[in-house]
């Protein structure tokens, strides 16, 4: 199995270095840049498994490279910040980051987390499919049909552009039709067992599933969670 690549992308040469050393040590071949606009460069020439990606850039920041990578990869991304603002975690996570560190960090921390980043990836991918799409046998009348392997939605025929955590949620909700789910396990099961960020993340994100899917029977249980109320009529289209 190869090594997996990963990119760091932080003006602070130091953070670079430092950052390098500790993954070198663990087996990854790594690669930094200083800006987004190098980032970019090398996401077309030399795309890595995962971004280590600092908010605080020169010219393009953090979130909008972050925003422009999600419309073309899925590719795991840890955000990395000065600032410990509630606001600027859930912003990153909401533009499609799979984890947030504040600065000053432990490098042992980072390396801790990009493995449980990198497993959660590869666990995702060798299952294959994380959820069974619905109505794969009659795509154009149905209310929602995930590709798993192209990580595409459509919804009655027409394709629907979702980030990698509305992916994930849709996914999993349709793995498990009627069952409901706490914000909670939500949470742990999205971001992880090692987020502690407020539950409000998951109800914007499910506000914006509704917003894009407005036929989805996506329920909230009041004072619990979510679920996705299937019945034979919705299997029907």
Same mark, same amino acid.
């Given at each position: 199995m190869r090594p997996f690549h990963i990119a760091i992308v932080d003006d602070d040469p130091n953070?670079?270095?430092?950052?390098?050393?500790? $993954?070198?040590?663990? +087996? /990854?071949?790594?690669?930094? @840049?200083?800006?987004?606009?190098?980032?970019?460069? %090398?996401?077309?020439?030399?795309?890595? &498994?995962?971004? #280590?990606?600092d908010i605080m850039l020169p010219g393009m920041n953090g979130y909008e490279f972050c925003r422009r990578i999600r419309t073309e990869s899925e590719t795991p991304i840890i955000m990395i910040s000065a600032r410990d603002e509630e #606001?600027?975690?859930?912003? +990153?996570?909401?533009? !499609? *980051? &799979? &984890? /947030?560190?504040?600065?000053?960090?432990?490098?042992?921390? %980072? @390396?801790?987390? @990009?493995?449980?980043?990198?497993?959660?990836?590869?666990?995702?991918?060798?299952? !294959?499919?994380?959820?069974? *799409?619905?109505?794969?046998?009659?795509?154009?009348?149905? $209310? %929602? @049909?995930?590709?798993?392997?192209k990580r595409f939605v459509y919804s009655f025929g027409t394709e629907v552009e979702v980030t990698a955590k509305e992916f994930q949620v849709l996914s999993l909700l349709s793995e498990h039709p009627n069952r409901a789910f706490s914000r909670d396990e939500l949470l742990t099961l999205i971001w992880g067992d090692d987020y502690f960020g407020s539950d409000r993340v998951v109800d914007d994100?499910?506000?914006?599933?509704?917003?894009k899917l407005d036929h989805i029977p996506l329920e909230t249980?009041? +004072? $619990? +969670? /979510?679920?996705?109320?299937?019945?034979? !009529?919705?299997?029907? !289209?």
């Amino acid at each position: 199995m190869r090594p997996f690549h990963i990119a760091i992308v932080d003006d602070d040469p130091n953070i670079r270095q430092i950052v390098e050393a500790y $993954f070198q040590k663990e +087996g /990854y071949i790594t690669r930094s @840049v200083e800006s987004a606009e190098a980032a970019i460069q %090398l996401n077309e020439t030399e795309p890595p &498994d995962l971004w #280590v990606l600092d908010i605080m850039l020169p010219g393009m920041n953090g979130y909008e490279f972050c925003r422009r990578i999600r419309t073309e990869s899925e590719t795991p991304i840890i955000m990395i910040s000065a600032r410990d603002e509630e #606001v600027d975690k859930i912003l +990153g996570l909401e533009l !499609g *980051s &799979d &984890d /947030y560190l504040t600065k000053p960090f432990s490098p042992r921390e %980072l @390396v801790a987390r @990009v493995n449980r980043a990198l497993r959660r990836w590869e666990r995702m991918n060798n299952r !294959g499919e994380l959820a069974p *799409s619905l109505e794969n046998d009659q795509p154009t009348g149905s $209310f %929602l @049909v995930l590709d798993k392997e192209k990580r595409f939605v459509y919804s009655f025929g027409t394709e629907v552009e979702v980030t990698a955590k509305e992916f994930q949620v849709l996914s999993l909700l349709s793995e498990h039709p009627n069952r409901a789910f706490s914000r909670d396990e939500l949470l742990t099961l999205i971001w992880g067992d090692d987020y502690f960020g407020s539950d409000r993340v998951v109800d914007d994100l499910i506000r914006r599933i509704r917003k894009k899917l407005d036929h989805i029977p996506l329920e909230t249980v009041w +004072g $619990f +969670g /979510y679920r996705l109320r299937i019945s034979e !009529g919705n299997r029907e !289209g």
